[in-house]
């Protein structure tokens, strides 16, 4: 089995990451539902149900399950889909789990249909099935868990089978895209945790430009911090504004592949409908990368629209990189 580590390129995530519910900013409804959720188990002394959260990456759901377990006072033991091979390596997890434990298992979407079947007995009713020996002579053996809740997180709903989905009877959450306001709190307190000195205008035009996506925010104040300290100046607008030129980030936020996949939809396929696997090829990107990355923003914005029959660029699509070719074209002249 593949061992989970939090290694360097999460450090940041983890250095910011919010320990505490007040610290956890917007996404009220979820928090809302969750706080009823955990409360009323405390309360009758249960096992909280489980949950599903999704969304794109980024937004907070890794955090979240966090917090959960830290409210209900359980330790977090935490796994992900593609680290889960065999069904043997569920069935260790499930076994080594202490009584009251959360289990969080990321990116559950990529857990396959042998080990999502015994994922279902083990969500509903507590127990592992296991099937011992082959053929005529094999038979079941049912293992006794430890009272636990499972915290399941993806980026990608529509790949879950119905009766997986159906089993998170604690609820299924979906986080939003944050608004400007709430991006701005976020990083003017990550700003203090790392000893940033900026100033409003220069957090608004980070918060503008960050996808609506709390990790994208942090991530564009360290570099922009970065770009000012080598260039020894002030982390004020201007700045900012170079910081972001230099990391292909436009003005409405979208970045070099965003904007390269509006840019072949409109050039190659007379804005579409097109496929996503042919949009893919064309760009030589990951179709995965594509579907959870790029599009639900571009789709958040207008710029793009899913049709039957394909993606399609959007008249404000048009308009988008319209303007970026020719304020292009203006700074070549
Ligand atoms: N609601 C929030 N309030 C404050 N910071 C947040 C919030 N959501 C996410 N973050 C920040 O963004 C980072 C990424 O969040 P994470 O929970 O890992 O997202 P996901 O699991 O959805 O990809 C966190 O480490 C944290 O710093
Ligand atoms: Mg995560």
Redesign the pocket.
């Known amino acids: 089995m593949k061992k989970e580590t939090e290694k360097s390129p999460r450090s940041?995530?983890?250095a910011?990451?919010?320990s505490d519910w007040k610290?956890?900013?917007?996404?009220t409804g979820i928090k809302e539902n969750l706080r009823i959720l955990l409360t009323a188990a405390k309360g009758r002394n249960h096992q909280p149900e489980h949950v599903l959260?999704y969304?794109?990456?980024?937004?907070?759901?890794?955090?979240?399950a966090h917090l959960m377990a830290r409210e209900i006072g359980a330790s977090l033991r935490s796994t992900s889909g593609p680290a889960i091979e065999r069904v043997g390596d569920l069935a260790s997890i499930l076994t080594n789990l202490s009584p009251g434990d959360v289990l969080f298992i990321?990116e559950i979407h990529r857990l396959n249909r042998t080990i999502e079947e015994v994922l279902y007995p083990a969500m509903e009713s507590g127990v592992l099935d296991i099937v011992i020996g082959k053929g005529p002579s094999a038979r079941t053996v049912q293992l006794e868990l430890p009272p636990f809740t499972l915290i399941a997180?993806t980026?990608r709903i529509s790949m879950l089978s119905a009766p997986l989905r159906s089993r998170f009877s604690g609820g299924t959450f979906r986080?939003n895209y944050?608004d400007e306001a709430?991006i701005m709190e976020?990083l003017a307190?990550?700003a203090k945790i790392l000893h940033i000195m900026t100033d409003g205008e220069s957090v608004r035009e980070i918060a503008r430009r960050s996808r609506a996506?709390?990790?994208t925010?942090?991530y564009l104040l360290k570099r922009a911090r970065d770009f000012a300290e080598v260039n020894e100046e002030k982390l004020d607008l201007k700045t900012v504004k170079k910081a972001l030129a230099l990391l292909e980030i436009d003005e409405g936020g979208l970045n070099q592949t965003d904007r390269d996949i509006l840019a072949v939809i409109v050039e190659k396929f007379k804005g579409g409908p097109v496929g996503l696997k042919t949009v893919a090829a064309s760009l030589s990107e990951e179709e995965e990368t594509i579907e959870e990355v790029h599009e639900p923003y571009l789709m958040q914005l207008g710029l793009l629209e899913r049709t039957p029959r394909g993606r399609a660029v959007t008249s404000k699509g048009y308009a988008h990189i319209g303007a970026e070719t020719s304020r292009e074209q203006k700074r070549l002249i």
């Open positions: 940041l995530d983890q910011l990451r919010p610290d956890y900013v917007g996404q959260l969304g794109p990456p980024g937004l907070g759901k890794t955090t979240l990321d997180a980026t986080l944050y709430e976020i307190r990550s996506t709390p990790r925010a942090n």
